[in-house]
Structure formats: structure tokens, C-alpha cells
């Protein structure tokens, strides 16, 4: 009778503990597992806010573009002068393939040149005014999708 009331006992308590510690286990996948899932809808609500505006959508096509962008709008932001040599430093593609880019966002009209006030023979790159409206609307909508998600 001891026996039987000491061995259920402990299977009891024995039983409670693996319990409490997979559910905590559990808990903490579950966890995990909704992070990643607000992590992804919050990907997949920047895809498709992308693909809805046309400027952006060209600009990220290519990786390099959209580092050269953003390293634009981030001087500008910070009030930093950046050149084509800064640029073609900080994207790491070949100095052909960055002039390339460069030109062909001038003529799109979401970067432009201006020399440099100090050296003349230096051109600042600055993000055009259509190109920082797109940026603030972006952003504005990345702040707001990630207050939602509530990362």
C-alpha cells in the first residue's frame, strides 16, 4: 500500500515536471514561430508595396542600385556630401558598372549631380525631390506595417 501510494506519487510529480518543461519548450517554438511569421508578412507586405510603385520597384531590381539609392538618401538625410568614388567603393561592383547605374538613375530623374562647392572637379550625387517623397512614403509605410506586426 506504501508502495503504491509513494509510486504514484512520484510518477505524479515526475509527470508534472516533464509537463511544465515541454510546455515551455512548446511555448517557446510557438513563439518563435509567430515571430518569424510577422517577420515574413512583414517581407511580403514590403514585396508588395514594391511592386505597386514603380519607382521603388526599379530602383531594388538589382541590389546594387538599391545599396547606391540608399546610400544616397542616407547621406542626404545625414547632411554628408557623397561622391561617384564613395559610391562605387561602398556598393562593390566594378567602377564601369557603378557609372552605369549612376547614369542611368540621372536620366531617370531619381539621382542628380552637383559639383562640389570645394573642388569643382568633385560631382556630390543627391537624391532627386520625387525620389525622397517615394522614400519618406516608404518609410512612413515600413513604420507603420511594423508597429502592426508589433516586432
Sequence with gaps: MVNKIIKGNFL???????IEEFDFIELDKKIKKIDSIKVINLIM????YR???????Y???NISIWKLCLLVVKNYVSSKQISEKEIISNINCS????????????????IYQEPDPLDKR??????SNIFLNEMAN???????????VGI
Excluded: C
Design 51 to 57: 511592386d505597386n510603385n514603380k519607382m521603388l520597384k
Design 45 to 48: 507586405s514590403y514585396v508588395d
Design 95 to 110: 567602377v564601369m558598372t557603378a557609372n552605369t547605374y549612376i547614369k542611368e538613375l540621372i536620366e531617370i530623374g531619381i
Design 138 to 148: 516608404f518609410i512612413e509605410y515600413l513604420k507603420k506595417k511594423i508597429t502592426e
Design 122 to 127: 568633385k560631382k556630390n550625387i543627391l537624391p
Design 12 to 18: 505524479k510529480k515526475k509527470i508534472k515536471s516533464e
Design 59 to 61: 530602383v531594388s531590381r
